[in-house]
């Protein structure tokens, strides 16, 4: 396998949580950013975008110009740190996103990159695996408020599917108490 790196994407404002910090919230014992570090773990450099944290050590931190811009802009602040041939790509609030996953999705990367599809058939844009300069070729000159899936569907990534609990993810009341 080529080198990699991870992007995490942290910088959402939570709203339908009640403006929480996500990466913050607990799942399981664990902070969801914790979860998603852990799966990123052998990744040669793990860039974190959203608000820096001090008792986070060994990541770099990024933020989107300006904060807020959604998780395209945040993929783009991301990349600008990244110089591995592939990078993967997280979104914080999916605490069911473990190793295996990450090893499944870098092993799939064909020409452009892999997307963890669920068990709907529904294709997770912030769960994947990418050439980095596939994605840098096809962010927009302005990526903010700019959906993930415009761009990075026509990229063609090869599908793959979860495992139960992988797609999960965390955006309201409900999903944590499932």
Request: no cysteine.
């Amino acid at each position: 396998m080529a080198s990699w790196a991870a992007v995490v994407l942290a910088g959402g404002r939570g709203s339908r949580l009640g403006g929480v910090d996500k990466a913050s919230v607990v799942v399981a014992g664990r902070a969801l950013l914790d979860h998603v570090l852990d799966a990123v773990a052998s990744a040669e450099q793990t860039v974190v975008v959203g608000p820096r944290k001090d008792d986070v050590p060994g990541v770099t931190w990024a933020r989107e110009d300006p904060p807020g811009g959604g998780p395209l802009a945040g993929l783009a602040a991301g990349l600008a740190h990244v110089d591995a041939e592939v990078v993967v790509v997280l979104a914080v609030d999916q605490p069911g996103i473990t190793r295996s996953t990450v090893d499944r999705l870098l092993a799939a990367v064909g020409d452009t990159g892999a997307v963890l599809v669920d068990d709907e058939g529904r294709h997770q844009w912030l769960t994947g695996a990418w050439r980095t300069e596939a994605l840098r070729q096809a962010l927009p000159a302005d990526p903010r408020d700019v959906s993930m899936r415009s761009v990075l569907g026509p990229l063609a990534p090869v599908a793959v599917a979860a495992r139960p609990g992988e797609a999960h993810d965390v955006d309201t009341p409900h999903d944590l108490i499932r």
